[in-house]
């Protein structure tokens, strides 16, 4: 089963939340993964404490072009939708950070003249973690805009996705990253804090698991620091509260330390336990916890 | 020859533009007759890569040199593509700076001198 | 006219409550700066719940576009399938379909379809406005959930913040900016003549502070360090100011962990605006000298 962690806004608890369920799942036996799918600001290593050993470049294909064999008939700058590649004073100019290394322009090109070469994005790491999780993250290179390609690539690891319990540590936001991260899960938790930036943004993140028709309930987060409006709205919308983790000193101290919510709080190691039995409950009958 | 100068409201005598890719306008110059005119720069909404479609754009125009306050590294690339001179001038208005040029006082760029404007 | 952009690495650090309180600091009466307000965090928009604006112009945006099979000209060849580089293309029963999620929009199908049966279709993104508050103008937008193209958005809100700094004589374009380092935040860097990081001293916060250094520092812009919720974890704290005195950065203030910051938020209000004599309220006017002289200092 693979279960995503999401939340709209960013710092709401989605790495605590991820990082405690790994734990908790690995010591009921079970084979569990953690994706770290945030590769612009991945945290999960802090608290899993992994040993890395396998390493992956992910790279784009770019083009290459021949200027021997380049007549600048300008069909690459044509078909590219991305404006890296331009035809201009006899030349043909490569610009790799536009480049989305889709290959049309390799397709198209009459003359064959471009050849692909690789471009480096970021670096995927894995490895297990001392009580067994596998584990594997993304860390895209500083510069580079593209987080989609390394996360895709990410979530092709087979040593990762083949675990009898996936669980994936999104990026916060509603947008492309996110997608790519969230596609394929079976079910979502959205984490929450009750503030109005919290709901407002949860919102987005309720509508991305609408869009990819992914069911999800939502775990509260610092519980008690705001208002209501984010149970008001779970109860309007008809989304599960599954977990309240309240607002404590302790934990958020314990966090700061790169500590895992589980040294903090050991109880919870039980409620994530029950938790991923509710939510394979729920997904076998079809109904809400 | 044909010049051009980045502008912000497309006057011959108000402060020009020091950006180059997403500038309002283009002030271009005749050196020659100091005809100008002000032409709306196509690239200020492009979805990505605007540097490069500016400089195309000023290449179809026949422009031979630009004037900005700096050029991010595409833009850099594709003028020097191009054989389009780059210059740069840190204040003045278009007017005074087709002075500075035809005096030979400002300078000239051999290499990108702002940030890389991915988008 | 200059351009400040507030980031984090991290998300949740308080970079809009920062971005609010500056707002408050300049707004008309007080300030120095004459402030256009930009709120770049597309997919998460936060700063109007506290500046409460009103919205003067909406404008649609619309993002890339993405891929569509006519099945009347298709021969189901299945070429689309093998040059889509996104497994875009699926195909049941020799019906081929294009996932319009997992479309890159790079149009290789198009061109590659010997019966010329794919087309693209834009997409509508999401929206942007112009709004006016009582701190001044302020360009927001809105993300459609799971749209792509959020850092094009980024930049079209920052243009029309700017041109309207540049066209009405202001001296200042303020830019919340969006948590992480990718594309939406590279949007949101470009052209910034100075970036406030807002950091917090956790090992995550910390962690991503120094992704987010790089990547100012790998575009040349100017950045200063400020710590939210400074009291929560000393070590972290001291692990930060320790960092920016060995590489030359300015550290403008620390800021404590003040539950009024919620509470304000909550009322739908700035915190300096809320409760001006709040520990937070208080270390955000520091933190804001600090800021303003590091504008006044790149002038010389």
Request: charged content about 20%; some cysteine; aromatic content about 6%.
């Given at each position: 089963?693979?279960?995503?962690?999401?939340?709209?806004?960013?710092?709401?608890?989605?790495?605590?939340?991820?990082?405690?369920?790994?734990?908790?799942?690995?010591?009921?036996?079970?084979?569990?993964?953690?994706?770290?799918?945030?590769?612009?600001?991945?945290?999960?290593?802090?608290?899993?404490?992994?040993?890395?050993?396998?390493?992956?470049?992910?790279?784009?294909?770019?083009?290459?072009?021949?200027?021997?064999?380049?007549?600048?008939?300008?069909?690459?700058?044509?078909?590219?939708?991305?404006?890296?590649?331009?035809?201009?004073?006899?030349?043909?100019?490569?610009?790799?950070?536009?480049?989305?290394?889709?290959?049309?322009?390799?397709?198209?090109?009459?003359?064959?003249?471009?050849?692909?070469?690789?471009?480096?994005?970021?670096?995927?790491?894995?490895?297990?973690?001392?009580?067994?999780?596998?584990?594997?993250?993304?860390?895209?290179?500083?510069?580079?805009?593209?987080?989609?390609?390394?996360?895709?690539?990410?979530?092709?690891?087979?040593?990762?996705?083949?675990?009898?319990?996936?669980?994936?540590?999104?990026?916060?936001?509603?947008?492309?990253?996110?997608?790519?991260?969230?596609?394929?899960?079976?079910?979502?938790?959205?984490?929450?804090?009750?503030?109005?930036?919290?709901?407002?943004?949860?919102?987005?993140?309720?509508?991305?698991?609408?869009?990819?028709?992914?069911?999800?309930?939502?775990?509260?987060?610092?519980?008690?620091?705001?208002?209501?409006?984010?149970?008001?709205?779970?109860?309007?919308?008809?989304?599960?509260?599954?977990?309240?983790?309240?607002?404590?000193?302790?934990?958020?101290?314990?966090?700061?330390?790169?500590?895992?919510?589980?040294?903090?709080?050991?109880?919870?190691?039980?409620?994530?336990?029950?938790?991923?039995?509710?939510?394979?409950?729920?997904?076998?009958?079809?109904?809400?916890? | 020859?044909?010049?051009?100068?980045?502008?912000?409201?497309?006057?011959?005598?108000?402060?020009?533009?020091?950006?180059?890719?997403?500038?309002?306008?283009?002030?271009?110059?005749?050196?020659?007759?100091?005809?100008?005119?002000?032409?709306?720069?196509?690239?200020?909404?492009?979805?990505?890569?605007?540097?490069?479609?500016?400089?195309?754009?000023?290449?179809?125009?026949?422009?031979?040199?630009?004037?900005?306050?700096?050029?991010?590294?595409?833009?850099?690339?594709?003028?020097?593509?191009?054989?389009?001179?780059?210059?740069?001038?840190?204040?003045?208005?278009?007017?005074?700076?087709?002075?500075?040029?035809?005096?030979?006082?400002?300078?000239?760029?051999?290499?990108?001198?702002?940030?890389?404007?991915?988008? | 006219?200059?351009?400040?952009?507030?980031?984090?690495?991290?998300?949740?650090?308080?970079?809009?409550?920062?971005?609010?309180?500056?707002?408050?600091?300049?707004?008309?009466?007080?300030?120095?700066?004459?402030?256009?307000?930009?709120?770049?965090?597309?997919?998460?928009?936060?700063?109007?719940?506290?500046?409460?604006?009103?919205?003067?112009?909406?404008?649609?945006?619309?993002?890339?576009?993405?891929?569509?099979?006519?099945?009347?000209?298709?021969?189901?060849?299945?070429?689309?399938?093998?040059?889509?580089?996104?497994?875009?293309?699926?195909?049941?029963?020799?019906?081929?379909?294009?996932?319009?999620?997992?479309?890159?929009?790079?149009?290789?199908?198009?061109?590659q379809c010997p019966n010329e049966a794919i087309s693209m279709k834009e997409q509508l993104a999401g929206e942007w406005y112009r709004s006016e508050s009582l701190y001044g103008p302020l360009f927001h937008a809105m993300l459609i959930p799971a749209q792509e193209n959020s850092g094009k958005l980024v930049t079209l809100v920052k243009q029309q913040a700017r041109l309207l700094a540049l066209d009405e004589a202001y001296d200042l374009v303020l830019v919340d900016g969006p948590p992480g380092i990718g594309c939406p935040v590279i949007s949101a860097v470009s052209?910034?003549?100075?970036?406030?990081?807002?950091?917090?001293?956790?090992?995550?916060?910390?962690?991503?502070?120094?992704?987010?250094?790089?990547?100012?520092?790998?575009?040349?812009?100017?950045?200063?360090?400020?710590?939210?919720?400074?009291?929560i974890y000393l070590d972290g704290t001291n692990k930060i100011e320790e960092y920016c005195r060995k590489e030359n950065i300015r550290m403008v203030g620390k800021i404590p962990f003040d539950l009024m910051v919620t509470e304000s938020m909550i009322h739908g209000k700035p915190v300096t605006s809320y409760q001006s004599n709040s520990p937070a309220s208080l270390a955000i006017r520091d933190v804001w000298t600090g800021v303003m002289k590091a504008l006044k200092d790149q002038e010389l």
């Open positions: 089963m693979k279960i995503a962690i999401a939340s709209g806004k960013g710092g709401t608890g989605k790495t605590t939340v991820a990082t405690a369920f790994a734990q908790a799942l690995s010591r009921k036996e079970y084979s569990v993964s953690l994706v770290d799918c945030d590769v612009e600001a991945p945290n999960a290593h802090i608290f899993i404490q992994p040993i890395l050993d396998q390493f992956e470049d992910v790279n784009v294909l770019i083009p290459s072009v021949d200027a021997d064999s380049c007549t600048g008939c300008g069909l690459c700058a044509e078909v590219c939708q991305f404006h890296a590649i331009v035809v201009i004073g006899g030349k043909t100019l490569v610009f790799p950070e536009m480049c989305h290394g889709c290959g049309s322009c390799t397709l198209v090109c009459p003359e064959q003249a471009i050849s692909e070469i690789p471009n480096r994005l970021g670096v995927l790491e894995g490895g297990l973690s001392q009580e067994g999780i596998r584990f594997g993250h993304g860390i895209l290179d500083i510069g580079e805009p593209m987080a989609v390609p390394v996360i895709s690539k990410l979530k092709k690891w087979q040593n990762l996705m083949d675990a009898e319990i996936v669980v994936i540590d999104s990026p916060p936001g509603a947008s492309c990253p996110v997608v790519e991260s969230l596609r394929g899960a079976d079910y979502i938790i959205l984490v929450t804090e009750p503030t109005p930036f919290g709901l407002h943004d949860l919102r987005q993140a309720y509508q991305v698991t609408q869009v990819l028709g992914i069911p999800a309930g939502i775990i509260i987060n610092r519980d008690g620091i705001g208002d209501t409006g984010v149970d008001q709205y779970s109860a309007e919308v008809g989304i599960d509260i599954l977990m309240r983790i309240p607002l404590e000193r302790k934990i958020g101290q314990g966090i700061a330390q790169g500590k895992s919510l589980l040294e903090v709080k050991p109880e919870y190691e039980k409620y994530f336990q029950q938790l991923y039995l509710q939510i394979g409950e729920a997904l076998s009958s079809g109904n809400n916890l | 020859m044909i010049i051009a100068i980045s502008s912000t409201d497309g006057k011959f005598n108000t402060e020009f533009s020091p950006r180059f890719g997403r500038c309002n306008f283009f002030i271009i110059v005749d050196t020659d007759t100091r005809e100008w005119e002000s032409k709306p720069n196509p690239a200020l909404n492009a979805r990505g890569g605007a540097g490069p479609q500016a400089v195309q754009f000023l290449s179809g125009a026949g422009v031979e040199a630009t004037i900005t306050g700096r050029y991010g590294p595409n833009a850099y690339t594709t003028l020097e593509a191009a054989g389009i001179r780059a210059y740069v001038a840190e204040a003045g208005t278009p007017e005074e700076l087709l002075d500075a040029f035809l005096s030979g006082t400002l300078e000239e760029v051999s290499s990108a001198t702002g940030e890389e404007l991915h988008h | 006219m200059k351009q400040l952009v507030i980031l984090s690495g991290k998300g949740g650090t308080g970079k809009t409550s920062v971005a609010a309180a500056f707002a408050d600091l300049l707004s008309p009466e007080n300030a120095p700066f004459k402030t256009v307000l930009a709120d770049a965090d597309v997919d998460a928009s936060n700063l109007e719940l506290v500046l409460k604006p009103s919205v003067v112009e909406r404008e649609k945006f619309w993002g890339g576009s993405v891929a569509e099979i006519d099945s009347d000209n298709c021969s189901a060849c299945g070429i689309c399938a093998e040059v889509c580089r996104f497994d875009a293309v699926s195909v049941k029963d020799d019906v081929y379909t294009v996932d319009p999620i997992a479309c890159d929009g790079c149009a290789a199908c198009v061109y052209g910034a003549n100075l970036a406030l990081i807002v950091a917090e001293p956790t090992a995550s916060g910390v962690h991503d502070m120094h992704r987010v250094l790089e990547t100012t520092r790998h575009f040349g812009v100017e950045a200063l360090i400020c710590i939210n919720k400074a009291d």
